[in-house]
């Protein structure tokens, strides 16, 4: 049997002889087969190989192979077996992704077909049985003679044909993924991260990280370099220096704690979530002696657990500016301004990774001494950056401190920072990207760096605001409603549900991406993002997606459809409202 040019040929589109959508091959739909035999066969050839193996870069698979097995001794069982054979052909990824439906001519009366299901190719298993074609089958009918895939619903009177049946449930999503319903038309799914970490990424940074062709100790590069990090001073809203680094934000946390404190130095660690933990863990790695203030999940602490937890040893405060793990904002402003109240010499140290851009900070008013940023949040660009304010307070507690670094040394960083360059080899790609970011973000102040941070922090609060009036409408509840934070919002499900389901559906349906809880909250909370490149129409769709799961799985009592969308639509016109008399106001003035 010649079965020579088997092939993953072409996503199907919604319309006969749609190419547009053929970006995914086997996975993404059906095989097409390839009539002969045909008068003006030589020319049907050469179109077909045109349309499908040269521009799309597969084989095409001769219906006459398979007709030879058709009109033979071979039944659909025996082919079957036969496919069980080269299966791994078919599928290497998961199981029951093909379900072929074979028939004989003439044979089909009432749409009864054999449908044999091919389990993962590497465990052999196989399931036979029978079924009816369903409206939301597509296939490709062997016996409509064009070279061209001839996509139609499935009617009565069909012969061969080679169906994905319920494939839906296991596909991937991709750019141009589709989705399909048992009731619904076939959509194409666009996949949107609303994850707070990494976001969406600013097309403009793409763009300058695909031309960051440039070395590093070049005088090009330098000028790069040193506009990006008064930049970032700019974006930060400090006169001290801040610092870039080759490394998630763990590592500029990890750099604060190695290099402004020695073993046995008592510190104190604000905890409310995982990475309130991390401050811990970290100081701890590096011999600190540790106090901690640890509050449930979904809580922040108090000024006054704070004042008594302050020791006159304390050489350092470490803390969350927003707790993205329980999406709770902490209060930064109130624990600087009670160090200086209590004239501690403890140093304020902030992991601010996801409270940059969602939160109005004044880092030098306030007296925060370190700074912590991350690339993937607010800057709106790819994991591999982090970015580290240091006061000069900080500075002169770095000679006195003994614990080891050495990539992570930040006077090393500081020294080199003045000539262009850094210590050791320095992201260029994504500091071309930085500096893309950053200029989009002044561009939306006018110009003004500090103007364009105060519209992505605005944008943040209002999208959040939007989604909390959303989420309540539907009759949910906040995760720590008291002191919610704008980087995300957590979000409880109902009694009884796993918040993993809402996960799950929000991929699977719409290829919105979301976050589970973590750690002791997996399960039990899900966290929608708003921090960088997002928007109303984002916050509105991802809202009307939720309606969607709540309907369909959620079985919330008095749910209508509607009711969250016009929620956050009501909030979005309030603050715009709002906003445009200010900007009136301040224009009278």
Not at 72 to 80: C, E
Not at 151 to 178: E, F, I, M
Not at 508 to 520: D, H, K, L, M, V
Not at 566 to 575: C, F, G, H, P, S
């Amino acid at each position: 049997m010649r079965l020579h040019n088997l092939a993953h040929l072409a996503a199907i589109g919604t319309q006969p002889g749609c190419l547009n959508l053929c970006l995914h091959g086997f996975h993404g739909g059906a095989h097409v087969f390839r009539p002969e035999g045909l008068p003006g066969e030589r020319f049907l050839d050469q179109l077909f190989d045109l349309l499908f193996a040269r521009c799309l870069g597969h084989i095409a698979f001769d219906q006459r192979d398979l007709a030879e097995l058709f009109f033979g001794q071979l039944r659909a069982i025996a082919l079957g077996e036969l496919l069980d054979g080269f299966a791994p052909l078919l599928d290497q990824r998961g199981k029951n992704l093909l379900r072929l439906g074979i028939g004989e001519r003439l044979a089909l009366l009432d749409l009864f077909i054999l449908e044999r299901g091919l389990d993962h190719a590497q465990r052999g298993e196989t399931l036979g049985l029978a079924c009816f074609h369903r409206g939301d089958n597509i296939f490709f009918n062997l016996l409509h003679y064009t070279c061209l895939a001839h996509v139609a619903p499935v009617k009565k009177t069909c012969s061969w044909n080679v169906q994905t049946s319920n494939y839906r449930k296991k596909r991937d999503s991709g750019p141009l993924a589709t989705m399909n319903t048992e009731d619904s038309e076939t959509m194409i799914r666009k996949t949107r991260l609303f994850t707070p970490g990494p976001t969406p990424l600013l097309p403009a940074a793409q763009f300058a990280m695909a031309a960051a062709d440039i070395h590093h100790r070049t005088p090009e590069f330098r000028a790069l370099y040193l506009r990006v990090l008064e930049q970032l001073r700019a974006f930060v809203g400090t006169k001290n220096d801040v610092l870039l680094l080759a490394s998630s934000g763990t590592g500029a946390m990890e750099a604060a704690v190695s290099n402004l404190t020695s073993p046995g130095d008592r510190v104190l660690v604000l905890s409310a979530g995982k990475f309130g933990e991390r401050w811990e863990a970290l100081a701890k790695a590096f011999g600190c002696a540790v106090d901690v203030i640890k509050v449930p999940y979904g809580q922040t602490f108090s000024l006054d657990e704070v004042r008594k937890a302050l020791k006159t040893e304390t050489r350092a405060v470490l803390m969350q500016a927003t707790e993205s793990s329980t999406g709770v904002r902490h209060d930064v402003k109130g624990v600087a301004e009670l160090l200086k109240s209590a004239k501690s010499d403890a140093l304020l140290i902030v992991d601010a990774i996801t409270g940059l851009g969602t939160t109005h900070f004044d880092v030098d008013g306030w007296g925060v001494d370190v700074v912590i940023g991350g690339s993937q949040k607010a800057v709106m660009i790819p994991p591999g950056l982090s970015y580290i304010g240091v006061s000069q307070r900080a500075w002169e507690a770095m000679e006195t401190s003994l614990n080891p670094r050495y990539y992570f040394d930040l006077r090393k960083e500081r020294k080199n920072a003045k000539n262009g360059e850094s210590a050791y080899t320095p992201a260029v790609a994504l500091i071309a990207a930085l500096g893309a970011a950053l200029d989009y973000i002044a561009a939306q102040g006018g110009g003004d760096l500090a103007a364009g941070r105060k519209v992505l922090v605005d944008n943040a609060e209002t999208c959040a605001a939007m989604t909390r009036a959303a989420v309540e409408a539907l009759g949910l509840k906040l995760f720590g409603p008291d002191a919610p934070a704008a980087a995300a919002t957590a979000v409880l499900p109902p009694a009884g549900v796993d918040s993993g389901v809402i996960v799950k559906e929000l991929k699977s349906r719409f290829a919105a991406i979301i976050t589970n809880g973590q750690g002791e909250m997996k399960g039990q909370i899900f966290r929608i993002a708003h921090i960088g490149f997002f928007d109303y129409m984002d916050t509105i769709a991802i809202i009307g997606a939720l309606e969607q799961v709540a309907a369909s799985s959620l079985k919330l009592p008095g749910f209508e459809f509607g009711k969250a969308v016009a929620a956050a639509q009501k909030v979005y016109a309030e603050r715009t409202a709002k906003a445009a008399e200010t900007l009136e106001a301040v224009g009278a003035r």
